[in-house]
């Protein structure tokens, strides 16, 4: 059995935290039966009267904001650390000790539109954060009795961030945290390892770098099957190979060793600035949401600190299938160690081929006018259900599937939604496993609706459903409801469709195997590729340009 890293159970390597994580990549497959979240409003005002944050308002300590108009950063009203702290008391046992600690918190306001986050500011605006995290990490670095400064982004409501107003929060102690000091210590044994010279950038003194030798690796891999999600001439995005988070992302300089965000050039700081724009606007097209996330600078730990440390920022992500579905580092996690069901292949894929503007940037005149923009709206949610839509007819609920008998399945599709074959498997709900039915299941012809299955020594049970998705790409495109599969020879099997004599039938055995192939592959369909009709956008935008057209004249009538 050859080693499938999208099918096969595997635990991974974080250098960077000494520790591993498991991946169980066929359990991305599951339905969801968990929580789901709210969808953050997108539609927020430029500036609300009721936030501590917007300029000219006052804060809850009591102090105004200025009317500032690029960046501006004060003292956190509700600090973490405290400027001073006195002696810790001496322990009472080996077991109960403690240390103070002392240091500041300071809050950076991005902007002062209330609704833009860094996925909608500017390059040059995210050029000013960029050089206030710089003037902050300076500042604080010097200050007496600092020995750490820690620059991080808690961005929506699902990270436990309470106000949208786009900021940042520098908490800067006379420690260096755990995590950082896990990684720093790593960086520091990898220095001391012989490890056979490479093409990549070394840290002081000639000594390998752990990161800038990550970096090379990746680069290497082609953009196109790799971790790469975007990079620029001076930077690189990746989900990292020991991702913990469905969407993490790992975002650091590859081209030479830089210790801190002090030490870029000119040409880097742009670079950064342009590679956190790409970054953050994907996040945000993933799944047309203002994508919640953590993020943290991690970086030399003061100014005279050591170099050993390589600039690197971590995006931890929590939502996993959609805008209202996240990951939960419970349980086993809790209790065992991190895992994860999406490769970081297939989530890097997945984060590849979005767009790099912004969803909610209009991308035509259409939307230049409220009026206009009215009417392609309308018409743009008129016409979507005609294109984008999958439903399963059969198996429907409480259907009753028995062995030895044929079954039929069949579903319901936008013809131009693009998905012209997609792969069917079976699941259960009660217990993992999977079973693969058919690869490659055409769909391009609209009269193609249907297949049957044959059951065979299938093990009985009521928690079964099919899964309709593209396997290679993680892409899940419907569910069926839940029905049942009943032993040879059993009688009550019922059905809410009979079986289509014209339709291909496909025979599924035993119980399900997560490293079997499909039962059955059909062959890609020579035209699948070269559609005969127009494609979803083509035909969603010409009506949405014929409305606006429409729209144009009726104003000017008016
Ligand atoms: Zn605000
Ligand atoms: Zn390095
Ligand atoms: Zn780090």
Known sequence: MDFDPTSHPHRRFNPLLNEYILVSPHRAKRPWLGQTETIQATNLPEYDPECYLCPGNARMGGQKNPVYEKTYTFENDFAAVLPTAPPAPIASHPLLTSKPVHGGCDVILFHPRHDLTLSRLGLKEIEHIVEEWIAIYKKRSQQEGIEYVQIFENKGAMMGCSNPHPHCQVWSQSDVPTLPATELASLARYAQSDIAPSGAPKGPGGKPCMLCEYAHIEMQNAETDGRVVVRNEHWVAVVPWWATWPFEILLLPFKRHIPAISDLSEEEKAAFAEILSQVTIRYDNLFSCMFAYSMGIHQRPTLS??????????????????????????GYELMAEAQRDLTPEQAAARLRGLDGVHFMEPTSSCVQTPMLFAVCSILAA?????????????????????????????WTKGARDGITSFDIEMSRLGSSGLTFVAKNVPSADSSQRSINILLQDVPPGDDYFLLFLNSTHGLMHATSQRFSVLAAGSSGGNMSSATNPKAATVTVSGPPHPTQAFATTFAIAANAARRTEPALPVIGTSFVVLGCVLSVAWTLVW
């Open 305 to 330: 600190g050591d170099d050993i440390a390589h600039l690197h920022l971590h995006f931890a992500p929590p939502l996993l299938r959609s805008a209202t579905v996240r990951k939960f580092l419970v």
């Open 382 to 410: 008129v016409l979507q259900p005609a294109f984008g839509y999958f439903v399963v007819n059969s198996p429907a609920l409480h259907d009753v599937w028995v062995n030895g008998e044929t079954h039929q399945v069949s």
